[in-house]
């Protein structure tokens, strides 16, 4: 599956000054390889414990915290009734986060979406984690529409967990957002732009695709992994159409280095 946080991308934004990566969502049975060089959050995507207390306990020395997700409104998520799909099922929700807690002495964490039964999972959630995350768009919603702010500032005011806030952070409101919440995501602002964590940060950056193609040969990436990440970087540069156009007849990662050497400035 294709994802923007591979852990080549997850050790760009780590240089460029993000405090802490996330994996793509893991689920306890696979057996997809985990890279741990960035030391990251594992973002955990099951609906039940079959495989977890084995999981959490195998590569607990590898990560920063464990986080379990019920946010993701994928249809992915949604044929396999995880992540937001399985907000109505409190009793394993416990279940999964009672387990994780038992087999750890790192954070835990709990991403969350709006929802009706958002409180309930909260109440939850206060029992076994070290902070909840809230994304405040509903699963109908997915990243479209505007995230309900004041939703999220009412989660905040009802725990006295940590809370970290995502949805639409930007260079123009992370400060705010940090006045109000105890920390903040960054997500989609950052596909194929790690040096936005610089930005934020007030510090210069200068990473690219070249930066990214250098460290993906190291780790010997896909080829169709490299070609999506080169589409994302291509976002802020001029003539991206022309750009994308080009690339997306490449067929080789030679290929999209010509084209990449070539491109119009």
């Known amino acids: 599956m294709l994802e923007p946080n591979d852990i ?3 050790l760009l934004c780590k240089k460029a000054g993000c405090g802490l990566t996330y994996t793509g969502m893991v689920n306890p049975l696979s057996r997809q390889k985990i ?3 960035d030391s990251p959050t594992v973002q955990l995507f099951c609906n039940s414990t079959r495989g977890l207390k084995e999981f959490v306990k195998k590569y607990d020395s590898f990560v920063s915290l464990w986080d379990f997700n019920l946010g993701c ?3 992915l998520a949604g044929k396999l009734k995880v992540g937001s799909f399985m907000h109505s099922n409190l009793e394993m929700i416990e279940n999964i986060l009672k387990t994780i807690r038992e087999n750890t002495k790192k954070p835990v964490t709990i991403k969350l979406r709006k929802s009706k039964n958002v409180f309930k999972i909260l109440k939850i959630a206060e029992k076994y984690c070290d902070a909840v995350a809230i994304h405040p768009r509903t699963r109908r919603q997915g990243y ?3 995230a309900d702010y004041s939703y999220a500032l009412k989660l905040k005011k009802k725990t006295k967990l940590p809370v970290i806030y995502s949805g639409d952070v930007s260079e123009k409101n992370v400060g705010k957002v940090l006045k109000d919440f105890d920390f903040v995501m960054v997500g989609r602002e950052a596909i194929g732009n790690p040096c936005i964590f610089s930005k934020l940060l007030g510090r210069k950056c200068n990473l690219g695709f070249k930066d990214y193609l250098k460290l993906a040969k190291k780790y010997k990436l896909y080829f169709r992994q ?5 589409m994302n970087f291509t976002r802020f ?3 991206a159409t022309h750009l994308r156009r080009e690339l997306s007849f490449c067929k080789t990662v030679k290929e999209i280095e010509e084209v990449m050497k070539n491109k119009k400035e």
């Open 8 to 10: 080549v991308f997850r």
């Open 226 to 230: 490299i070609k999506y990440q080169v």
């Open 237 to 239: 540069m001029k003539h």
């Open 144 to 146: 479209s529409g505007e």
């Open 35 to 37: 890279y741990f060089d």
């Open 73 to 75: 409104p994928s249809k």
